[in-house]
């Protein structure tokens, strides 16, 4: 097992929320995590990412509806989502610490989320 452990996904109706959740074994300070999400169609995509010191990123399709947080103490990082649609369906995959070309080096194991009525 990694670094990274996931928690919180699940089966939703359209319009629902959900709350992502993902731990670190490893420090967090000064490491951007984030979260992406893949799905048969795609590659694996970014949903948002936050930085140490708060700054955060989102993809077009998750502004408005999608909030991310981090606890730097506790070494989490969560993904609040609402107003959930069917193409947010996926496997969410937490991500830790960004190389210097925009990838990330710690992915964790993946939380299945579906969307459907």
């Known amino acids: 097992q990694g670094p990274l452990v996931e928690s919180g996904g699940g089966s939703v109706q359209p319009g629902g929320s959900l709350r992502l959740s993902c731990v670190s074994s490893?420090?967090?300070?000064?490491?951007?995590m984030g979260w992406f999400r893949q799905t048969p169609e795609k590659q694996r995509e970014l949903v948002a990412t936050?930085?140490?010191?708060?700054?955060?990123t989102y993809a077009d399709t998750a502004k408005g509806r999608f909030t991310i947080s981090r606890d730097n103490g506790k070494k989490t990082v969560e993904l609040q989502m609402t107003n959930l649609k069917p193409e947010d369906a996926g496997i969410y995959f937490c991500?830790?610490?960004?190389?210097?070309?925009?990838?990330?080096?710690?992915w964790g194991q993946g939380t299945q989320v579906v969307v459907a009525s």
């Open positions: 936050m930085s140490s010191v708060g700054q955060t």
């Open positions: 991500v830790h610490t960004k190389n210097a070309d925009d990838s990330f080096r710690y």
């Open positions: 490893i420090d967090v300070i000064g490491r951007t």
